[in-house]
């Protein structure tokens, strides 16, 4: 349910894994991972955070990440069946974006279980669900730019006959310098997989 999509207010104050965010008056409760946390600063500042508001019958949550990759992010490991947003929240506060989105990506199983919380089924759980999902966009986000042709070099990988995953590997090699040609950067690629 995206009906608060983004709060901006002052910092009222700061817990372990919230915020208290004052937006016209009313103080909202907001839980975040420590990454996010740590961008707000002080008290009485002025903070934008791109929230989600979890409904459950029992509960109603809001929770707030520092970027709109860090939301997405947050909404595509909760689709997981036995992934709430605590867990979702402990992923985010263990890695950046990136650096998690690789993990999955990749299947590197062994870095997820290394968040407290995570087990081997549900590493392997979202490794099996979200590989697929995550392996392209994710993987490059902070210059969408980059990212954009990075799908390229991506999508002419698969059409070689290599899976996501590698392909999102051989991506991740890649110099992050806008400087190289789409050909150029295929060449780097196969020569990833040249050399292993």
Do not use: C
Not at 64 to 89: C, N, Q, T, W
Not at 117 to 129: D, F, M, P, V, Y
């Amino acid at each position: 349910s995206d009906m608060i999509a983004s709060l901006q207010g002052t910092v009222e104050s700061l817990g372990n894994d919230w915020a208290i965010i004052t937006v016209g008056g009313i103080g909202f409760q907001v839980f975040m991972p420590t990454s996010t946390l740590s961008t707000l600063g002080d008290k009485d500042k002025t903070v934008k955070v791109y929230t989600h508001l979890h409904l459950r019958e029992d509960s109603v949550a809001l929770y707030g990440f520092a970027s709109p990759e860090e939301l997405a992010l947050f909404e595509i490991l909760i689709s997981v069946s036995g992934v709430g947003p605590r867990m979702a929240l402990s992923l985010l506060s263990a890695m950046e974006v990136e650096k998690l989105a690789m993990a999955i990506a990749t299947g590197n199983a062994d870095l997820l279980m290394m968040v407290p919380g995570i087990g081997k089924k549900t590493a392997s759980r979202l490794i099996l669900e979200l590989k697929e999902k995550i392996g392209t966009g994710w993987i490059t986000a902070p210059a969408a730019g980059l990212a954009r042709e990075n799908d390229e070099v991506m999508a002419a990988l698969l059409s070689l006959g290599y899976s996501t995953a590698e392909a999102a590997r051989a991506v991740a090699t890649l110099p992050p310098s806008a400087d190289l040609g789409l050909e150029e950067k295929i060449k780097l690629a196969l020569a990833y997989f040249g050399g292993k």
